[in-house]
């Protein structure tokens, strides 16, 4: 398995924007954005292939976060504009060799980042 560390996480206000990175421990095929508010179940977010020629997003977050990868340094990045209170959750980054949107495609976890953002 590679070890993952997300980072950027914290307090925001409606509309402001935020950077979640990953780094990993080694290259990864794909790595993918999760995330997990109180009470509810982890929900995909994004997710990006080796070569960044694969990316999809969740429907809630498409045209407001961008994923990208710097493959030297073996980081991915989660680039969120225009944050909703709604955005408020845990968010995980998440390495496997597949582009689907479920957990199952993928089998390392970081430990997670907090976002809030406050209306």
């Known amino acids: 398995q590679v070890q993952l560390v997300e980072s950027g996480g914290g307090l925001v206000q409606a509309g402001d924007s935020l950077r979640l990175s990953c780094a990993a421990s080694?290259?990864?095929?794909?790595t993918g954005w999760f995330r997990q508010a109180p009470g509810k179940e982890r929900d995909f977010v994004a997710v990006?292939?080796?070569?960044?020629?694969?990316?999809d997003y969740a429907d809630s977050v498409k045209g407001r976060f961008t994923i990208s990868r710097d493959n030297a340094k073996n980081t991915v990045y989660l680039q969120m504009n225009s944050l909703k209170p709604e955005d408020t959750a845990v968010y995980y980054c998440?390495?496997?060799w597949g582009t689907g949107r479920g957990s199952s495609d993928f089998d390392s976890w970081g430990q997670g980042t907090q976002v809030t953002v406050s209306s």
């Open positions: 998440a390495a496997g």
């Open positions: 990006i292939n080796w070569t960044g020629g694969r990316i």
């Open positions: 080694r290259r990864t095929f794909a």
